[in-house]
């Protein structure tokens, strides 16, 4: 190619790939919450806002610090705890149970598939009133309304998990001569085992919306109650801090599931 | 011992993807099948371990199996088919845990293979690491375990670049002579059929019937290297001829139906 007499050494090619590629921040994250809070303080130390509307988070602190001093917020989330534990083991061991049935059985499909999501859209907690007239007024009407909105979405992710397993791997094992047992065992469960895991995601998550939701309706314990009770008596700061305490009970049950994650399907 | 495969005929929705297909195999022969796509050469392959039912006709195993013949038949998968969450020896292991082996012989067996597939130093590697070179010989070791009487390869290499295709190639080659065994071998790939295999059957395209068989008369050492592609192009072309005009069919066909 001859060189042009303008400009013999010729442009540079100009960059333009690199594509859309959000780097991280350390920092950024805390540094936000950090603002908000102070803003927030700022907000009521100035008068802007009524305290007994929006408390400043130093007095919903105070307020987090005596309950846990005088015992109550450890009997309230024991009880809270309690029943999202059972309700959701119930409704995990049902939902897994049925959604294994449905995924490697016809006859359970048939029958299964139409039920579930027929009963699935129904709001859990509109049963809290019938289950009390089954179960009475106590724990099992709690837990049950627990177990029921856990049972459906673990149901249908352990279907959808079932059915996501490569057909070729299953093919696969057949063709090795495994057994039909074998092959649940040894290769459908574990190659449902990250779709499971991100319905638990779900399910903790409506369990512990449900467990609120109960408590509010009729509980002596509990957190739900807790934030109830301080609202009835316009203690907002106490109030709050119960709302604290259900945000860090979600962070930590997340945190745990992911922690779960990274040591079960470490083959990904 | 011989495979033999008689009257096969397989339709699926009134489509006939197989129509009364006769083979035999012999002993420690290599039978390779070849055709467009959609001649159901892969069908066939599935028939003959009874991974398939075919709508009509048999295949039999005639003669004495092979002594420690675990499983008759074992398939070696183009896409590997490897379970994710095995390492290396767990999957191979998986060919034999079924089976009535101490788990000191079901070991003993799991290091022969992988010794014979160079994999001993991987063993213990998941196949997410493992570059797909490796991953399909961890899914032959796994066939290999099992010392199926005849083993199946259902377009073993396809999912390969063309150097890690060569050096499995050469894998194949050395393995065929240390450990002879009956094999039926399908492949879209020519230079791949006339490298590895005794006999060549062409398939042609719907309803899949044997257009030919041809034998590879060139003997195996001498078949790698320029001189060897050299001694089989005349083979080559012949097959090619025999598969092009419905290659160039099946290439411009659209879901099911060609467009004639």
């Known amino acids: ?268 | 011992m011989q495979l033999a495969a008689s009257g096969i005929h397989h339709a699926y929705d009134g489509l006939v993807a197989l129509d009364t297909v006769d083979l035999t195999v012999g002993d420690g022969e290599v039978l390779g099948l070849i055709g467009p796509s959609g001649c159901g050469k892969s069908t066939l392959l599935g028939i003959l371990g009874g991974m398939l039912k075919p709508t009509r006709g048999d295949v039999r195993l005639v003669g004495d199996m092979p002594a420690g013949t675990l499983n008759p038949f074992t398939y070696v998968f183009q896409d590997f088919a490897l379970l994710p969450w095995r390492s290396v020896a767990d999957n191979v292991s998986l060919a034999l845990e079924h089976h009535a082996l101490t788990s000191a012989e079901r070991a003993r067996a799991v290091d022969e293979v992988l010794a014979l597939t160079s994999l001993s130093e991987f063993r213990s590697a998941l196949p997410k690491q493992l570059s797909g070179g490796m991953r399909q010989r961890v899914g032959i070791a796994r066939a290999l375990a099992a010392r199926p009487a005849v083993l199946l390869l259902d377009e073993p290499l396809s999912a390969l670049d063309a150097q890690t295709r060569e050096l499995l190639m050469e894998d194949f080659e050395a393995l065929w002579q240390r450990r002879r065994m009956a094999a039926v071998y399908v492949t879209h790939n020519l230079d791949e059929a006339l490298r590895l295999c005794d006999r060549v059957m062409v398939l042609s395209r719907r309803p899949g019937l044997v257009r030919e068989v041809v034998s590879v008369d060139v003997p195996r050492a001498k078949r790698p290297g320029a001189e060897g592609r050299i001694a089989l192009s005349p083979l080559r072309d012949r097959l090619w001829n025999l598969i092009r005009d419905e290659a160039k069919v099946a290439e411009r066909e659209i879901a099911g139906h060609a467009t004639a």
């Open chain 1, 1 to 268: 190619m001859q060189r042009p007499e303008k400009n013999p050494a010729g442009d540079a090619v100009p960059f333009r790939g690199g594509g859309f590629a959000p780097l991280k921040r350390r920092g950024a994250a805390l540094a936000a919450f950090a603002v908000l809070i102070a803003l927030w303080q700022a907000v009521v130390a100035f008068k802007f806002v009524n305290p007994l509307f929006l408390p400043a988070p130093t007095s919903i602190a105070l307020a987090l610090y005596a309950v846990a001093e005088s015992g109550d917020l450890w009997r309230h989330l024991a009880a809270s705890l309690y029943r999202i534990v059972t309700g959701w083991l119930m409704g995990t061991t049902a939902g897994l149970a049925a959604g294994f049935a449905i995924g490697l059985f016809g006859i359970a499909r048939s029958i299964g598939v139409p039920l579930v999501s027929a009963l699935f859209p129904i709001p859990k907690i509109a049963l809290l009133p019938l289950f009390i007239l089954w179960f009475g007024i106590g724990e099992p009407s709690k837990v049950a309304t627990i177990a029921l909105g856990v049972f459906f979405p673990t149901a249908v992710a352990a279907f959808g998990a079932v059915d996501n397993v490569p057909r070729s791997l299953i093919r696969m094992a057949q063709s090795f001569g495994v057994p039909a047992r074998d092959i649940v065992w040894k290769v459908v469960l574990p190659g449902a085992l990250p779709g499971i895991l991100s319905g638990f995601r779900i399910s903790a998550s409506i369990a512990l919306i449900l467990v609120v939701a109960a408590e509010m309706i009729n509980a002596q314990h509990g957190i739900g109650a807790m934030v109830l009770i301080a609202g009835n008596l316009m203690q907002t700061d106490q109030l709050l801090a119960g709302v604290v305490v259900l945000s860090v009970l979600g962070l930590l049950v997340a945190s745990l599931l992911g922690w779960l994650e990274r040591r079960l399907l470490h083959w990904r």
